[in-house]
DNA sequence: TAATAAAGTTAGATTAGTCTAACAAATTAA
DNA sequence: TTAATTTGTTAGACTAATCTAACTTTATTA
């Protein structure tokens, strides 16, 4: 049985590659995902690879077995699962989800979450537009499109966040924006990086870090 | 914030006072209640004396202060409310909810509780008949009556079980009894300290130490 | 390619929660 | 009321997860 913070770990490790779809992780990229020091993520690697669920030798490369990157699977599933119980069932909103259900991934009960993911009638996406992986750990396939990549003149529509965040999202909200709202960039600044878009007949100015945030079709 | 660690003694100190109605807990008692050895337990009471959770002094009874109690009452309040959603939303038997409930309960979020709370209507009683404290910590009053106390020949029905123990609410079941049963005790046999009680038609010899562990009205 | 910077590791310390073994206090019984 | 038993505490050690400070390796750049 992994601690919550082995699992933790393994999360991040398959977030960062998912994220950025860098699969060259390092020690401090890991260990600022998890806001610990480099020199404790660096412990805890030689834990992982005694468990057998990461690759890694000294100075080199981080990876995940082929069992750290189910488990990590696993924590995802468990986590999404909980985020669209507690917006759907508990009337959370969108950007309340994220930190509870960072405590409630870490409940282990195998027939918890089978019942869950039935009582939810087998969700695909989270409420940020994240796809679940089912029980056998597949899921769909994302878009890496942000709203960054869309050319003036041109519309979209928004199929989910990359930050979770709380902040972020409360942003997100405060703009007008939502999944399956379809956006039009207007016009770009390139002196100031800043997006002029159009949700539901409102003109709103966004930065570029903005735009690399939503993810679009 | 409490460690779940610190919830548990809290939890067990309560538990205790409640089921035995001894209000002089002992370092020895409350160890065993949680599974660790009595040293175990000392130290942890300097600990949550340190923070004001719990009066006592060496060689001492060992009493919670208000707000220990209050503490108390509220990890009650989290783990029947998930028993009781595990129960009538998840359809998890009887005897499985305590174990995950168990885990659940050191989710911390007031406004999960309270939302969760609304989800299930506000329910008064959990799945083994236990009051569920409301959000100012009322709760409704247990019989404090059990099987072993009704005498020959006379019936009563059962409101909740004592001991919570996935083995025991196995056998409860086994024997065809649940809530609000209607038993009548045909005889007893002082002899083994064996009682024969009648559950819908059935009749069924039961130990003293189960006619103790139902509670009736 | 040598110097500098960045990235990663090791050593030693800390905290929470646990243990065993030895000891002390309180209670019970002879 | 003394001895035996039970109950409770202290001391010292261990593990997991973290830290800081010092050091090593790898990468970058002048």
Redo the contacts with the bound molecule.
């Keep these: 049985m992994l ?4 699992e933790n770990y393994l999360k991040a490790l398959l977030q960062i590659t998912f994220d950025s779809g860098n699969d060259n992780v ?4 890991l260990a600022s995902a ?14 992982l690879k005694e468990k057998s669920l990461v690759d ?1 030798k ?3 490369k981080i990876t995940l077995t082929s069992l750290g990157k189910t488990t990590a699977i696993d924590v995802i599933r468990r986590h999404r699962l909980w985020e669209t119980f507690l917006f759907e069932k508990l009337e959370f909103s969108w950007d309340e989800v994220h930190d509870i259900a960072e405590q409630l991934e870490h409940i282990h009960s195998q027939k918890l979450i089978d019942k869950l993911d039935k009582f939810l009638d087998f969700p695909e996406f989270d409420p940020h537009g994240d796809p679940i992986p089912n029980e056998k750990g597949e899921l769909k396939v994302q878009s890496k499109k942000t709203l960054a990549d869309i050319t003036t003149g041109n519309s979209c529509k928004m199929v989910a966040v990359k930050d979770n965040s709380s902040s972020f999202l409360k942003y997100v909200v405060e703009v007008g924006l939502g999944i399956n709202n379809v956006i039009t960039v207007l016009s770009r600044q390139e002196f100031d990086a800043i997006t002029i878009i159009e949700v539901n007949g409102i003109k709103t100015s966004v930065s570029k870090r903005f735009t690399e945030n939503i993810y679009v079709i």
């Design positions: 601690s919550f913070t082995e390092g020690t401090n990229e998890l806001d610990v020091k480099p020199a404790t993520a660096s412990d805890m690697l030689k834990k890694y000294k100075y080199g």
